[in-house]
């Protein structure tokens, strides 16, 4: 493409001399995750010592490289060295990472997780044998973390746009072809094949077309289109390019909720660095003219729906539409309309660039390429991941995820947010794929993975998800708004012990009702946590209702706490700590716990030092 | 257009392009079950009710949004789909308080109580204005069963009456979305729409602000689409259902608007829009206050003359008379007064007399009032230079009047310059006289009589026309022209601000005081003592809800306080124009001075009382009256099964309190229609060794009533008091007598007035002798009384009872 061909030129040229070893640089993890861990008063911490050093080094901001029990990570690069990557770096450390290694030359490496490089370097691996990298293939996430998302350069670089001009040297039906091709399927939760979509699209006679970016991820625990978005924004735009010009549509809307500041951000520094390039709001040789508008969501869950969320963008309260009409014919203003998920469209620029054969030689038969997944819970290193598709469950969750933290015992995984279902310990050869989920009752979803472990009740965690779709459900239709209210209401019902055996069969029936007969998404998968946990852990909602136990000793309702006297110290700090007063014994003294105040809320039970509060 | 066929359930139906699954079977006359559905709007999809299979399509797609296409086979009504209709049913139904579609009496019930009960908030079909029109009850009957066992969910904050017009219970609202649907039709931008989400999500103006806030014209479009009881008018929705609805033409402004009148036994009843077209909508007039105005309780009925100083009641012969001789007696000093927005015929015949006898004319405008009228009128009205005049309509004050010799004065309403009338002529008016209007663009639009006027009634026009015949003037010349609508013409259909405040001269604030609330004028005599408290003298300590319809009113009467017995009564008045009725005195205490009764909100007195909180007070608290309940019947170690339904759960307590102090072994039995109309079970069971508990949707206990629990174990007992409805005591009694010798009583609680066995409106026969329930009562043998009759006297009032239902504004009652 000729308007990027100076600017590619430069930018490869910038680019070498960012990561060649003659400079010195510090690259902090400043992504939405990096911030709320610290980043950026770390940041500010390495400006302020380079400079007063006098130091020659830029001090640049990168985003979420995926390994987030790590944050705030900063990668140390001494002229002439490789770059190293330290973990969980605090102010108070900045002084002596500097001091010892861009002064000193010496890596500190208690710090340190990983070396940036092919080859080990003074004892420290490198960071693709990172345990939590090992197993890792990183298409969408190529730049996340790597590049600094603000400069256009860097993207240009990494062979940003190669995918456009691709697409552009074939004709709009080849690229859908392609697209088939790879067997990309849609990375937001449905699988659909994304090429099929677009020829859906394609296919549909209008002057107008929208196509849409769905980046209101709303899932609990789900964070990957954030990362991507913060991370790397032109893969994004990029990818709504092609697709644009493969079905034809002239405009696009990137819907993001707004709990994503930085994300908008970046978006927005990216749309019009596009547009400053000549990419957008402009007409290419070829007759294609694009251009794309940011509309911010305003939280709600259901907006994730397809229909709801252009009901929203064209200003109407957002609830599902009945399909037909399909947005393929009818969607957004009643224009043929198609829509793809942040990280679907990630993959398409990457697909692009590369090719379809690439990509479809990873993953399984049926479920090509790679999928992004956040590790959640409890689960020793949370973050965001990259794996082909068929990856086992415990590969992602052993090797990857390092198993579960403080030598717990792993429990349960729920994937695909509160629309998905847990699988256990059982599942751990199960291949991650769309068959592989679907045969053991749960999804892939948006990519979330929610770890729990031996302390998490299976009752107390469909009650949360289905809590969740309860506050979530638009209202319109009758079995979700009515079936997460009776879901909630009995799994509150047992969880405070007062639940009985005929509930579960209601709450089969309830579950069974919604997801024939509800009209959009939403309803028809809110149920699968409560079916998941009634057909893996039955056993826990019997002992809540027969017994009034709770077996992970979770539910607060069916927990008794009391202080064992031969071991009170009277050492006063759960008196100090109990919120209702309930405790009551004074210094030296033996502690009683009165159960009329008593909340169960544990404070007591987590503070004894001398293990003297016991839990029934 | 294009047709083709499909096969639905075996049958091969025709369709259209365009048309749903679910038309192409209505057209066929193949019924799907289906709620939001709605012909004039589009597909919406929401109650899930018309589910179907359709070979080919993935799972189970709604037929009113799924296209029809050639050669589909669908199957509507499989096993399957019965089964999961069923359920979305169930599903529907819990979050709509309809335990009386599962009760095993209902078909009884709906027998006996053959008007629904006006409570204040619909906790159920029976006490639902909307029953009988109810479309809910239509789709779900005979699919409707607790298969699943859902507990009901009812918010009793769900109830709002903030808004003119229109009552808003929104634990009725299945969300269908008929009701923003047709406002978003009609209006383009609709004015309501659904805020919030899952179980918060309602009906409701943006940010849930009142309707009359915002864009709301009231054209109550919503209200007629409701399926439910969710929307009602608040005026008319206890009348049931319209016998005919007839177009007619609404003269209330001059645009003269199509309208549909919902006539029942003679009277109208309501009003719609003749059509959910735009062009067809109705402002707030024509929709709700037409039918107030047209039954307003101040109407004129009679004509009268004046003989000497008595205003006489006249015929119709005596009236032209009259008039005759008083227009022929003025001298050229005459003035008539009628509307430019009265009939064609009535202003050709009052232009006719004016010209006859040289009398000042003046046709004000509809909304204008007597300060509108010319300069010069006004000036020989003050000074009294008028020797005879014709009013039609409230036009001059009371002073003015006074100075003319000898006033006609023509109106459908009671005014204060009546007093000084020598004639008053009753008028019908709208749908009650036939004439002609002017239509919108010129055209004269010819409006018929569509209900008869009752008493001396009759239009102007009629009365004119004779006394022109006789007085020999021809009227035809006179005939005004029709004109097209002023260009400066604003419709109250599209601009509230345009609503007029004045009818013939009546504030129409006065006889629709909901019109207040949309700002307009009213006089200062009439809503002036809306929601006003006369100042009685007992004190309401507490007034607390305990379940919707429900209170337990805290009372300071000391008097009443130190003579109460178990099962007396007091009568109660809210204020000094209330009805007496008859309260059970449920808990006393003579040394603090307090009485507590159960107040179930039934209708206007209940309801005045009900709406009263703490710090006003009653009226009266008259009591305590009525025949304790003998304590000696009931011996020592000996067991009483006390039988207690709607207020009489709270009816029993002082009894079995009494009883259990006595050694006697209670038990309470006591039923509602579900789990969430159940109140004093703890207070019960201080007193009761047992308390049985049964609902009429098996949502608590068993399933069924006092008549089961009866069936059951009365037998064991040596004695049985029921107290609570007819229709309950009714059913007790007929699983009786417990056997020979035993006591079994029932507390009787009909129409009372004094309360001292004076005005004889509590008779009830018992064992064929009339006895009064205020002294002889109220308990009364259980086996003997005659239930049929009592429930028939009950009713007696009903068409008074329904027009004197208050309205609620602002939680409190006012007229």
């Known amino acids: 493409m000729d308007i990027l061909r100076e600017k590619r030129a430069e930018a490869e040229r910038e680019w070498k001399d960012f990561t060649s070893d003659k400079k010195s640089r510090v690259m902090v993890g400043a992504a939405t995750c990096g911030r709320a861990a610290g980043a950026l008063a770390v940041m500010d911490e390495f400006k302020r010592l380079v400079k007063e050093k006098g130091i020659d080094a830029e001090v640049v901001e990168t985003a979420c490289i995926g390994l987030c029990y790590a944050e705030p990570l900063v990668e140390v690069k001494r002229a002439g060295e490789p770059s190293v990557l330290y973990s969980k770096v605090s102010p108070k450390d900045v002084a002596g990472i500097v001091e010892k290694h861009l002064v000193g030359g010496e890596p500190c490496i208690e710090k340190a997780e990983a070396v940036m490089s092919d080859k080990p370097f003074k004892g420290i691996q490198t960071f693709a044998e990172h345990p939590m990298m090992r197993l890792q293939k990183r298409v969408v996430l190529r730049n996340c973390g790597v590049i600094d998302p603000s400069n256009f350069g860097h993207y240009l670089a990494r062979g940003g746009y190669k995918g456009l001009e691709n697409s552009f040297s074939k004709t709009p039906e080849e690229v859908i072809e392609e697209m088939k091709a790879s067997g990309l399927r849609g990375r937001g939760g449905a699988g659909f094949p994304t090429g099929v979509k677009w020829g859906f699209a394609r296919a549909s006679k209008s002057a107008d077309k929208y196509i849409i970016c769905n980046a209101d991820e709303g899932d609990p625990g789900a964070f990957m289109d954030r990362s991507v978005l913060e991370g790397d924004p032109h893969s994004v735009i990029e990818g709504l390019m092609i697709a644009g010009y493969a079905i034809g549509a002239n405009k696009a809307y990137i819907y993001v909720r707004s709990e994503y500041p930085l994300a908008i951000e970046r978006l927005k520094l990216a749309i019009s660095q596009a547009e400053e390039a000549g990419l957008l709001k402009r007409k290419f040789e070829n007759g294609f003219e694009f251009e794309i508008k940011i509309k911010k969501g305003s939280g709600a869950f259901v907006c994730g729906e397809e229909t709801s969320l252009m009901a929203s963008i064209e200003g109407v309260r957002a609830m599902p539409r009945p399909k037909p009409p399909f947005p393929a014919n009818s969607g957004l203003f009643k224009k043929p309309t198609n829509i793809n998920n942040v990280e679907t469209l990630a993959a398409v620029s990457s697909i692009m660039r590369d090719g379809a054969a690439s990509y479809a030689a990873l993953g399984s038969e049926k479920s090509r390429g790679t999928k992004t997944f956040s590790l959640a819970g409890k689960i020793s290193r949370t973050g965001l991941i990259e794996v082909p598709l068929g990856t086992k469950l415990g590969q992602i969750i052993n090797e990857i995820g390092g198993g579960c933290p403080e030598g717990k015992k792993f429990k349960a995984a729920q994937t695909g947010g509160p629309s998905g279902g847990c699988l256990t310990g059982e599942h751990m050869d199960l291949p991650v794929d769309y068959e592989g989920m679907a045969s053991a009752g749960s999804i892939i979803g948006s990519g979330g993975i929610v770890v729990m472990n031996e302390d998490s009740c299976m009752v107390e965690v469909a009650k949360y998800f289905v809590g969740f779709t309860e506050s979530e459900s638009c209202g319109k239709c009758v079995p979700c708004r009515m079936g997460t209210q009776h879901l909630h209401l009995i799994l509150e019902k047992i969880c405070n012990g007062e639940g009985e055996m005929e509930d579960l069969e209601r709450l089969t029936k309830i579950a069974m009702t919604m997801k024939q007969s509800s009209l959009c998404g939403l309803g028809q998968t809110a149920p699968n946590p409560v079916l998941t946990t009634l057909k893996y852990f039955k056993d826990e909602y019997i002992a809540h209702i027969k017994e009034k136990r709770c077996p992970a000793m979770a539910c607060s309702g069916l927990i008794t706490y009391e202080v064992d006297a031969k071991k009170c110290t009277g050492c006063t700090v759960c008196e100090r700590v109990c919120p209702t007063g309930a405790i009551s014994g004074g210094p030296k003294k033996v502690h009683s716990i009165d159960s009329d105040k008593c909340i169960s809320c544990g404070a007591c039970y987590q503070s004894c030092k001398f293990n003297a509060i016991l839990r029934h | ?815």
């Open chain 2, 1 to 815: 257009m294009e047709t083709f066929t499909l096969n639905i359930d075996g049958v091969v139906v025709e369709a259209t392009q365009g048309m749903t699954v679910l038309q192409a079977a209505k057209k066929a006359g193949l019924f799907i079950p289906s709620l939001c559905a709605h012909d004039e709007l589009d597909p919406y999809g929401a109650c899930r009710l018309c589910v179907v299979e359709i070979d080919g399509v993935r799972g189970t797609p709604t037929s009113c949004t799924t296209p029809a296409a050639p050669g589909m086979v669908v199957r509507t009504n499989t096993e399957q789909r019965q089964l999961q209709r069923r359920r979305t049913i169930e599903l529907m139904m819990s979050g709509h308080p309809s335990p009386c579609l599962v009760c095993d009496s209902r078909q009884d019930c709906a027998i006996e109580k053959a008007q629904p009960t006006r409570a204040t908030s619909a906790t159920r079909c029976g006490a639902c204005s909307n029953r009988p029109g109810c479309e809910l009850r239509g789709a779900v009957l005979g699919n409707y069963e607790r298969d699943i066992g859902l507990p009901m969910i009812y918010d009793p904050a769900k109830v709002e009456r903030n808004d003119p017009f229109i009552d808003k219970d929104h634990n009725l609202c299945v969300l269908c979305g008929r009701c923003f649907r047709v406002c978003e039709k009609i209006h383009d931008k609709p004015a309501i729409a659904i805020a919030n989400r899952g179980k918060k999500a309602k009906i409701s103006s943006e940010f849930e602000k009142a309707w009359s806030a915002e864009e709301c014209l009231f054209c109550g479009a919503c209200v007629e689409e409701c399926p439910t009881g969710c929307l009602t008018d608040r005026w008319g929705k206890w009348f049931g259902l319209p016998d005919k609805v007839v177009e007619s033409v609404c003269a209330l402004c001059p645009k003269h608007c199509k309208i549909s009148l919902k006539i029942k036994d003679g009277f109208v009843i309501g009003a719609k829009s003749v059509s959910l077209k735009k062009s067809d909508s109705l402002c707030a007039l024509g929709k709700f206050a037409y039918a107030q105005l047209i039954n307003a309780r101040s109407r004129l009925t009679r004509a009268y003359v004046r003989r000497g100083k008595e205003q006489i009641p006249a015929s119709k012969q005596e009236l032209i008379e009259r008039l005759a001789e008083i227009f022929k007696s003025a001298d050229s000093k005459a003035l008539i007064i009628v509307s430019n927005g009265a009939y064609f015929e009535a202003r050709a015949a009052a232009r006719a007399l004016a010209e006859s006898f040289k009398a000042d004319m003046v046709e004000p405008g509809l909304d204008a009032g007597e300060e509108s009228l010319p300069p010069e009128v006004l000036g020989k009205l003050s000074r009294g230079e008028y020797k005879a005049a014709l009013v039609f309509g409230n036009y001059i004050s009371g002073e003015n009047a006074s100075k003319i010799d000898r006033l006609v004065i023509a109106d459908f309403l009671k005014t204060d310059a009546q007093k000084y009338a020598e004639v008053i002529i009753p008028t019908a008016i709208l749908a009650e006289s036939a004439g002609t209007l002017s239509g919108e663009n010129g055209e004269e639009k010819l409006c018929s009589s569509i209900i008869s006027a009752s008493g001396d009634r009759r239009g102007l026009s009629e009365t004119l026309s004779e006394l022109c015949q006789i007085l020999g003037l021809d009227t035809s010349k006179y005939r005004p022209a029709s004109e097209k609508l002023d260009a400066a013409f604003r419709s109250p259909a599209a601009d509230k601000s345009a609503i007029p405040a004045r009818f013939m001269g009546h504030y129409l604030a006065d006889y629709a005081p909901d019109l207040a609330q949309l700002g307009l004028p009213f006089s200062p005599n009439e809503l002036g003592n809306a929601g006003d408290k006369d100042a009685g003298s007992y004190e309401i300590i507490e007034n607390k809800t305990l379940v919707p319809n429900f209170h337990e009113l805290k009372v300071r009467a000391p008097e009443v306080a130190k003579f109460a017995k178990p099962g007396q009564f007091a009568i109660l008045m809210a204020n000094s124009r209330s009805e007496r009725s008859p309260f059970t005195i449920i808990d006393w205490n003579a040394d603090e001075g307090w009485v507590k009764f159960i107040i179930e909100e039934v209708g206007r007195s209940s309801a005045e009382i009900a709406s009263l909180s703490k710090g006003d007070k009653l009226w009266v608290v008259s009591g305590p009256l009525g025949t304790p309940v003998n304590l000696e019947l009931f011996a020592e170690g000996s067991k009483v099964l006390l039988a207690g339904g709607c207020y009489g759960i709270g009816a029993i307590y002082p009894i079995a309190r009494a009883l259990k102090e006595r050694g006697v072994k209670v038990t309470a039995a006591i039923e509602a229609s579900s789990a969430y109309m159940l109140y004093y079970r703890d207070e019960l069971s201080k007193y009761a060794d047992n308390l049985i508990i049964r609902t009429r949707d098996g949502s608590l206990g068993k399933k069924g009533g006092n008549l089961d629990t009866v069936a059951e174990i009365a037998s064991e007992y040596d004695a049985l008091i029921a107290v609570g409805c007819v229709f309950m005591m009714k059913q007790v009694a007929s699983k009786t007598p417990l056997g020979e010798g035993k006591v079994q009583l029932c507390a009787l609680n009909p129409i009372m007035v004094d309360g001292t066995g004076m005005c004889g409106a509590c008779r009830v026969s018992v064992a064929g002798e009339t006895k009064f329930a205020c002294v002889d009562g109220p308990f009364f043998d259980l086996c003997k009384v005659d239930f049929v009759e009592l429930g028939k006297r009950r009713t007696a009032y009903k068409l008074l009872e329904i027009e004197a239902m208050p309205r609620h504004i602002g939680g409190k009652c006012h007229r």
